[in-house]
């Protein structure tokens, strides 16, 4: 069964600092990984995803997340965090294009000024 | 990426009521979801909605409780039955398109 590990509950960062998320995946074949965040009160919000090819991936706001195989990791990062940037964030995994995804119990992040 | 309109965005319910969740998608979609996110909690998956055909359910869920329909490729709704105050949660409906998973905005349900 596939799985996914957020390590860290709850983050905070100096704003202007740089922003690591951890995400560790237990799948059989290679995953489907995504990154969402969650502001208060508010839906999700696809950041990121990673399919196949360039295991680098850029998304919106800023965010790139690497997938390692070797690791089973799929962190996400950041350069220079905004206060705007404080939210929840989850990791999430699927088995393909059709089919559900598992999500890991989401990291808060809070940028202090 | 597909757009959802999911609503309402918060109810506040009596116990022993019934909640009907409507999403709407701009465009057709392959497959439709539902999230519960309990207080402080990741989102667990409740429901796939089958268009033409009954929901699959996942472990713990039950459709006398949460009966779901699908009746064409943009539209599903769910239903909270005989609702507790254990229901109270953000339900969450999804849509996987070419693009990926596309979420509602979520609705927001406190049962007294």
């Known amino acids: 069964a596939q799985s996914v590990t957020q390590p860290d509950i709850h983050i905070t960062v100096s704003e202007g600092a740089s922003l690591e998320l951890r995400c560790n995946y237990s799948?059989?074949?290679?995953?489907?990984l995504f990154w969402y965040v969650q502001s208060p009160g508010q839906g999700l919000q696809l950041l990121l995803k990673?399919?196949?090819?360039?295991?680098l991936v850029q998304g919106i706001k800023g965010f790139e997340a690497e997938f390692k195989r070797s690791q089973s990791s799929f962190n996400l990062r950041k350069p220079s965090v905004h206060w705007s940037d404080a939210a929840e964030y989850f990791c999430a995994v699927g088995p393909g294009t059709a089919s559900k995804l598992t999500f890991g119990t989401g990291t808060r992040l809070q940028v202090t000024l | 990426s597909a757009v959802i309109s999911q609503k309402p965005s918060r109810d506040i319910c009596q116990r022993g009521t019934s909640l009907t969740i409507q999403c709407q998608v701009d465009?057709?979609?392959?497959?439709m979801f539902w999230y519960r996110q309990q207080p402080g909690q990741s989102l667990t998956l409740i429901a796939t909605a089958n268009q033409g055909s009954e929901a699959t359910y996942e472990s713990g869920f039950v459709i006398d409780k949460f009966p779901i329909s699908r009746p064409n490729l943009t539209f599903s709704t769910l239903t909270v039955s005989n609702m507790s105050p254990e229901d109270s949660s953000i339900y969450l409906c999804?849509?996987?398109?070419?693009?990926?998973?596309?979420f509602g905005s979520g609705t927001r349900l406190t049962v007294v």
């Open positions: 465009s057709q979609v392959t497959m």
């Open positions: 799948y059989g074949a290679t995953p489907y």
């Open positions: 990673y399919f196949s090819g360039d295991t």
């Open positions: 999804s849509a996987l398109d070419r693009d990926g998973y596309t």
